[in-house]
């Protein structure tokens, strides 16, 4: 499957983005979405992920309450609506599809290009 991440811009805190991962090739539905983030010198880490069914949704701690992950099988397209943005949001932020939602990013098969989400003060 192949992923095109879009939706990245510069934002001021406090503020709304919406990130969205285009998926083509292979069965959409058959598979787990996740996002990830990855800041300037530091690891990349779990944002949110979503399961085939969208029942089960998991997020990071620094992201529960602000962010919500969703998917739209028609359009082969899983979402990451942003709320409430913080400096600490910057990074670049990248879809990814697997067989199941987990948190690590190496159980993921499939990744995006990443698109970059700017948060001034």
């Known amino acids: 499957v192949q992923l095109q991440a879009s939706g990245g811009g510069l934002v001021q805190a406090g503020g709304s983005l919406r990130l969205s991962c285009a998926a083509s090739g292979r069965t959409f539905s058959s598979f787990a979405m996740g996002w990830f983030r990855q800041a300037p010198g530091k690891e990349r880490e779990f944002v949110a992920s979503i399961g085939r069914s969208a029942s089960r949704r998991y997020y990071a701690n620094s992201v529960k309450g602000r962010f919500t992950i969703s998917r739209d099988d028609v359009k082969t397209t899983v979402y990451l609506q942003m709320n409430s943005l913080k400096p600490e949001d910057t990074a670049v932020y990248y879809c990814?599809?697997?067989?199941?939602?987990?948190?690590?990013?190496?159980?993921?098969?499939?990744w995006g290009q990443g698109t970059l989400v700017t948060v001034s003060s």
């Open positions: 990814a599809a697997g067989s199941s939602p987990d948190r690590l990013s190496v159980l993921y098969d499939y």
